[in-house]
């Protein structure tokens, strides 16, 4: 066989193998049920250790499953209550494994930033578990960044609004999650449009107990999150996806070059009002990890194509850093 046509096989098998060994992570393995969980599933771990947690937890009241999963060496990362709010699931990680349990009864009020989560900004005061206010705008958190000593959340500038005197107009925010009550965020601390044309800003990220953060892209209880493992430059024809409250998690394409009208790395991923915000990165790893490269900033065109602001650039306006989750 010809040395060219073998290394092109070669290459050709390796894409397949990394894309199979991708897949694999995308899913949660199903393990044997333990204690009062009735679901017990885990990603990048093994069913012994999501056992260990689950019989660990069965002990324990559903109130102290924070303290419970920190003194086992997993980090909680949310609740969520399943439609008849009989049961619910419990997803935590531990490096760049995931685990999640379901188990009987009411969810503990556990839960907190990741990117691709719903946001509601309005000019009115936002209280959890109430409508939002009129005129409020829905759109999609981004990525964990440490900005001078604390940690911050981004998501898109217009989702706020800059009024002509430079001020945001739409400067109150939450994260929703519906069943249940929204968690309150807080004012926007940053609002880099007003002064470079960048459509970023920063909102305070929840915390204390039961409010945990998490350098991941969320994917719902159903599935692992993606870990972000750093940054990444919008390169032309780069392979890239984005997760938006309106269109859903992993919509993925590659970047193109800008469209009349408009400046910003757009791409061949459709876009819809909402996803406003969203965490754009790279095509998962083998290993679950992804590369941040921007913040989902519009629709362009009749096909309405999503196009984005670039990450790095926000970053050096704000003299911030990106948080990434550390390998385990």
Known sequence: MDRAVRIALLAVTAVFATAATAQAQAQYTRCENAGDATVVEVSVA???????VAATLATQPAASSEAVLRATGWSPLRAAASQNATRYDLVAIRGHAALRLRRRGAAPDLDGWTAGRELVFARGRLVGGKPPPSGAALCTSAFLIQLGGRSG???AA????TRRDGTTNRRNAALRRPPQPGIVVGRVQRNVARSRPLDALVLPVPS???????AVVDRGVSRPPWFVAGSARPLLGRRICFTGRTSGIDNCGRIVRSYRGTRLPCT???GRQGDSGGPVYTAPAADGTVRAVGITTLVFG????MCFTPLQPVLSALNATLVTAAAG
Do not use: M, N, V
Request: net charge positive.
């Open 46 to 52: 093994t069913c012994d250790e999501a056992r260990a």
């Open 302 to 305: 009749l096909l309405q194509k």
């Open 208 to 214: 204390g107990a039961g409010r945990p953060s998490a």
């Open 153 to 155: 959340g981004l998501s």
């Open 158 to 161: 217009h989702c706020g609004g």
């Open 268 to 270: 061949t991923i459709t």
